[in-house]
T-cell receptor, first 113, second 113 residues
Framework: QQQVKQSPQSLIVQKGGISIINCAYENTAFDYFPWYQQFPGKGPALLIAIRPDVSEKKEGRFTISFNKSAKQFSLHIMDSQPGDSATYFCAASGLRAGNMLTFGGGTRLMVKP | KAGVTQTPRYLIKTRGQQVTLSCSPI?????VSWYQQTPGQGLQFLFEYFSETQRNKGNFPGRFSGRQFSNSRSEMNVSTLELGDSALYLC????????????FGQGTRLTVV
């Protein structure tokens, strides 16, 4: 059962534009929501994470927006750069949900120069 | 501070053989988790170890096993390899049990022929 649904599967954005990736979860026991960035041949790298007690978290050009009632969260990449071209994964975990990371299916982002 | 180190980076094995993969977590991290990444199934949780004890196990057959040593280093073993076991195997470490920042290694690319 896929508990975290991620969309879109692929995304093309012009340099300087905003990239938006969305995730929805089912399990209300999730209480930790990280985003990972993965380049080809590399392992996923932690980008930014949020807990449900806040609705937004910003780190540099990366922002997570969190909607607890809708059970949705999203990643916004402002001023997207070609170097941001990678696959992005949302994930969720919770102490009452087995504690492991449950990943979305991934979004392949391409930023065109 | 060194990151998560996985060895070997690449492996080619024949059906029916067994394989052992190794993971050295970030110094001071006591939790190690293993994930399988495939194009079709995405990132799937295998198991988590903390203080040499398996704390959680994903939905994989008993051919997949692991262990953790007193220095937090971990190994996973796959016996009686099948073609479908071909995947990128990723190890993640965190300071405490998962549900906090988890950092991934570069993975071991296993090909079963």
């Amino acid at each position: 059962q896929q508990q975290v649904k991620q969309s879109p599967q692929s995304l093309i954005v012009q340099k300087g534009g905003i990239s938006i990736i969305n995730c929805a979860y089912e399990n209300t026991a999730f209480d930790y929501f990280p985003w990972y960035q993965q380049f080809p041949g590399k392992g996923p790298a932690l980008l930014i994470a949020i807990r449900p007690d806040v609705s937004e978290k910003k780190e540099g050009r990366f922002t997570i927006s969190f909607n607890k009632s809708a059970k949705q969260f999203s990643l916004h990449i402002m001023d997207s750069q070609p170097g941001d071209s990678a696959t992005y994964f949302c994930a969720a975990s919770g102490l009452r949900a087995g504690n492991m990371l449950t990943f979305g299916g991934g979004t392949r982002l391409m930023v065109k120069p | 501070k060194a990151g998560v180190t996985q060895t070997p980076r690449y492996l080619i094995k024949t059906r029916g053989q067994q394989v052992t993969l190794s993971c050295s977590p970030i110094s001071g991290h006591r939790s190690v988790s293993w994930y399988q990444q495939t194009p079709g199934q995405g990132l799937q949780f295998l198991f988590e170890y903390f203080s040499e004890t398996q704390r959680n196990k994903g939905n994989f057959p008993g051919r997949f096993s692991g262990r953790q040593f007193s220095n937090s280093r971990s190994e996973m073993n796959v016996s009686t390899l099948e073609l479908g076991d071909s995947a990128l195997y990723l190890c993640a470490s965190s300071l405490k049990l998962m549900n906090t920042e988890a950092f991934f290694g570069q993975g071991t690319r296993l090909t079963v022929v």
